[in-house]
């Protein structure tokens, strides 16, 4: 299976079956999304337990947007893929204010094939205004 299918698998599981998700990654994961202060959820995830802390927090602050058709790009490199995208319709709950985001994830696989590393590069400006009140 290639690393992009491996991937929207995971995406998929993360939106229907959380527990499934987490099978699908490394015990000693890290995961990194390093945002704006006043975004709750920024910051260097390690673990199952730190990936849960991760998506809860990021669910009890923000609804995802839908994936923007055509825009998604994967470039793959041995056990490493780029995924570039966008979401249109993010929207901060507490202030209800709605934005489009465009992202980069580099995510990488260990010899187990579980998702070891993962790296969200957001648009920062438009995340961090969405926050604000």
């Keep these: 299976m290639s690393l992009e299918n491996k991937l929207m698998e995971y995406i ?8 499934a998700a987490l099978k699908m990654v490394a015990e000693d994961v890290v995961w990194i999304n ?11 995830y390690r673990g199952h337990e730190g ?5 809860q927090t990021l669910t ?3 609804e995802i ?3 923007v058709d055509g825009s998604f790009e994967f470039i793959e490199s041995g056990n ?8 249109t319709g993010a929207r901060v709950l507490s202030t209800g204010k709605v934005f489009d985001l465009p ?10 094939g579980k998702i070891c590393y993962a ?7 438009a995340i961090g205004d969405a926050f604000k009140e």
């Design 12 to 19: 998929s599981a993360l939106k229907t079956d959380f527990p």
């Design 60 to 62: 009890e602050n923000f």
């Design 51 to 55: 990936l849960i802390e991760y998506f």
């Design 65 to 67: 947007g839908q994936y």
């Design 119 to 125: 790296r969200e590069h957001n648009d920062t400006a």
């Design 103 to 112: 992202f980069v994830w580099v995510v990488k696989w260990n010899d187990e």
């Design 34 to 44: 390093y945002l704006p202060d006043n975004v709750p959820f920024g910051g260097e």
């Design 80 to 87: 490493t893929l780029v995924f570039i995208g966008a979401e």
